[in-house]
């Protein structure tokens, strides 16, 4: 039997499009063991079959090792919210994935895995970082997907608001435009290589300047009931950014205010939809443990 956390994520972090994620702590918890037939708790009844992701990536790693599929026992403890924009379904390929490697003594290389997730999850800019932990960036050379790690200075708090309403990733990604104008690209491209560095200095001047958008916000905002609202209260309150995490609906802030969240928790009384606040951590590499 084995047991396993895996972060949410949150993606397309200011100007990182599709390439920029971070893990936060909020948990999915796991447990695997070895069953002659599926037998899964903790999640609703429509899931507990095959074509549930996480059991979808046990077999795809068992298909890379070679063995072969008999069943499984999975128990699974859910922190993230389903469709927010805080990695869920990575979450889940992560878990499937990285479980049946270590119920099968961990012979697969961490690459590997990697490359598995980012097959079923079709992009690698949340799996990189429920796999790996901290800031990623992460591209795609070849049909290879690879990665890079960065450290996100300890006195930055990364606040979440989350709405009670969902948004499927497929309607999110619908009203992007095919074609974007170069100033727009230009401006996403400009700030990609300071955000990294300015998160690690803790710099509150370059991440303002940083960690801004236009090439996917501007397209989802109407799809996110409140959000206008929703941000100026925010920065009523003293948020350094403010922006959509993943594809949304779920918002992001970055503080260092340690009284950020509690205060913004007390004001955020939207006209249209209810909106929890919760403080959450950077979640580094080192306490990334499959």
Request: with cysteine; aromatic share 8%.
């Amino acid at each position: 039997m084995v047991t396993l956390r895996v972060p949410a994520t949150t993606a397309n972090l200011g100007p990182g499009f599709d390439s920029f994620g971070c893990a936060l702590s909020l948990y999915n918890t796991y447990t695997f063991s070895f069953c002659d037939h599926l037998e899964i708790q903790g999640c609703p009844s429509a899931y507990c079959n095959e074509e549930n992701l996480t059991v979808v990536a046990f077999k795809k790693v068992l298909e890379a090792l070679g063995e072969p599929w008999h069943g499984l026992k999975m128990s699974v403890q859910a922190e993230i919210p389903v469709s927010r924009g805080l990695g869920s379904s990575a979450a889940m390929i992560v878990a499937g994935a990285a479980g049946a490697n270590m119920l099968y003594g961990s012979r697969l290389p961490a690459e590997a895995l990697f490359a598995i997730c980012t097959a079923l999850e079709g992009h690698p800019d949340n799996v990189a970082p429920a796999l790996f932990g901290g800031l990623t960036v992460s591209l795609m050379d070849h049909n290879r997907p690879l990665t890079v790690n960065y450290p996100i200075h300890p006195s930055l708090r990364f606040v979440a608001l989350i709405p009670d309403f969902t948004l499927r990733t497929q309607k999110a990604r619908s009203v992007l435009p095919d074609q974007v104008p170069r100033q727009d690209a230009v401006f996403n491209a400009s700030r990609t290589g300071f955000l990294p560095r300015a998160l690690e200095l803790g710099d509150e001047r370059l991440i303002c300047a940083a960690l801004q958008d236009r090439l996917h916000e501007p397209y989802r905002r109407s799809l996110i009931t409140d959000i206008d609202f929703i941000e100026q209260t925010a920065k009523k309150a003293g948020a350094l950014t403010f922006c959509i995490s993943g594809a949304g609906p779920t918002c992001l802030c970055l503080t260092k205010d340690p009284g950020f969240a509690a205060g913004l928790g007390n004001q955020i009384k939207a006209p249209q939809s209810c909106w929890e606040v919760r403080e959450l951590s950077v979640v580094p590499a080192d306490q990334i443990q499959y």
